[in-house]
């Protein structure tokens, strides 16, 4: 249960371990907490502070390997940190980097140094008080197509993926857990010998209503909030800024024509399906981002905002910040084998999976290895491994294509170009111009192999083409993907 990033990909690590796998979601994949974050395949630099040394070592270990398995979703991003005295002394931030630097063997990106921003190009676009800083490098995702190819993977390796179907009720009847499961057309029950909740921040609600099971852990639900604007830079850096109440916030490049600045850290206590900024936490983000930049922003330069709910494992934190981005899995043997996903981020979601996978195995009596720390996702196997060697394969391969479709293509699908433009060879192979940059042809891909029904899935979690249309209207493919829906026959139905 749960299509997010920890759902689909223990999905995807059960069906290539041979596992029979059933997942469902009850909205669309990464409609909540994974399409929310800050987009970062990260160690959290700010988590040595608090000492969570042993959970830096292995997000720094997954920030590499997820690097190398999906480098057309995601890419090396550099930090640029502006120096404030008054925070935190230099010394405390190199000591820092060099930990940063060697917990864990780094093969895709370069070591942190300290640089003179008076005499840099990120130092530009700073208020004149910043002339020392320090860059490091972390990794940047898409993070909703992280989802998607998890569930793509999946699916080619045997599992089946149902999406906007509700799990209602775990009962345990006859040695198995009987799943009644309920979509808009009907219900349905499927028998399994073993359950993985990965509900996110529904994980402790669903233990408490749904089964007969008493959870051990809980989740402390954490907002975290993001603010969209025009570029404030035109570099290719990004930021990581201090703030008086010792958090931080990033300003990072974000569909090169934005910036993208977060996060938030506020507990959360309604439902997570409501999430939504608070004019405070704008007001808190533009204030932090005016601090350092030279051009300063209001709540009224926010093109685009968004909120997302952590399900962080509860601990004595009383502060979210310091609520440790860990996760624990843990397994009910009784009535039958219930494994219950809490907390975890984005950068440690394989190792989870791997983890999760494992642990039920062992209780099935099923013990497949390991087998994605090497694995490519979807689209990842591009030539070396680059994807500059890759975008030059493209731009050969199909000039008829306009340049900037071309790249969010690439970007988007890796490799798997090929299915979305198979048997187009022209621009009007790709059929009716829907919407700007948006074609016939590639709704129909998305439809019908990414699970995309809505123009929400499309615009906003397969692309973000949502952000460049502006006040565009968008009812033309919401009339589009209707009349598809009214054609397409009942058998096609998840249940």
């Known amino acids: ?69 999906a480098p057309h979703i995601m890419r090396p991003l550099h930090f640029v940190m502006p120096h404030a005295a008054h925070l935190r002394p230099a010394w405390m931030i190199r000591a820092g980097l060099f930990l940063y630097d060697h917990l864990a063997s780094r093969a895709h990106l370069a070591a942190s140094s300290g640089i003179r921003l008076d005499a840099h190009i990120a130092g530009e676009p700073l208020k004149s008080g910043y002339t020392r800083g320090f860059v490091y490098s972390d990794g940047w995702v898409d993070d909703a197509r992280l989802v998607v190819l998890n569930a793509l993977d999946a699916q080619a390796r045997g599992a089946q993926v149902l999406t906007r179907v509700r799990c209602e009720q775990l009962r ?93 850290d506020v507990d959360y206590h309604d439902d997570p399906a409501k999430v939504r900024i608070a004019a405070d936490e704008t007001s808190y983000l533009c204030a932090l981002a005016n601090r350092y930049f030279k051009h300063e922003i209001t709540s009224a330069d926010v093109v685009w905002s968004y909120s997302g709910v952590r399900p962080l494992l509860k601990d004595e934190s009383n502060d979210p910040m310091s609520v440790t981005r860990d996760y624990a899995l843990e397994l009910d043997r009784e009535p039958a084998p219930l494994l219950s996903v809490f907390g975890g981020k984005i950068t440690t979601y394989r190792k989870l999976a791997e983890d999760a996978v494992t642990l039920v195995g062992s209780v099935l009596g099923h013990g497949a290895p390991p087998w994605t720390e090497r694995a490519t996702l979807p689209g990842g196997d591009l030539p070396d491994g680059s994807f500059g060697v890759f975008l030059r394969t493209v ?69 973000k083409l949502g952000l460049h249309l502006g006040k565009t209207d968008i009812e033309p493919l919401t009339r589009y993907l209707e009349s598809r829906a009214a054609a397409t026959p009942r058998a096609a139905e998840a249940l």
């Open 1 to 69: 249960m749960g299509g997010g990033v920890n759902g689909t990909g223990i999905a995807r690590d059960a069906a290539g371990r041979g596992l029979r796998v059933v997942l469902c979601e009850q909205d669309d994949l990464a409609s909540h907490t994974s399409s929310a974050s800050t987009k970062l395949i990260h160690g959290g630099l700010r988590y040595l502070e608090d000492f969570h040394f042993s959970l830096v070592r292995k997000a720094l270990r997954e920030r590499e390997v997820l690097l190398g398995a």
């Open 172 to 264: 345990f009847e006859n040695g198995l857990w009987q799943a009644g499961l309920r979509d808009a057309h009907g219900s349905a029950t499927v028998s399994a010998r073993a359950v993985v909740n990965a509900s996110g921040p529904w994980v402790s609600e669903f233990v408490k209503r749904a089964t007969p099971v008493h959870a051990r852990h809980e989740v402390r639900l954490v907002k975290g909030s993001h603010i969209v604007v025009p570029r404030l830079f035109d570099h290719r850096f990004a930021y990581i800024f201090q703030n008086e109440d010792r958090r931080i916030v990033f300003a990072i490049p974000y569909e090169h024509d934005f910036t993208l600045i977060g996060t938030t």
């Open 395 to 463: 731009e050969r391969n199909y000039s008829w294509l306009p340049g900037p479709l071309r790249r969010r293509y690439a970007h988007a699908y890796g490799t798997r170009i090929t299915h979305v433009l198979k048997g187009a060879t022209r621009l009007t192979d790709l059929g009716e111009q829907i919407l700007p940059q948006l074609y016939e042809h590639e709704v129909e891909y998305l439809c019908r192999e990414e699970f995309a029904r809505t123009a929400e899935d499309i615009l906003w979690r397969r692309s």
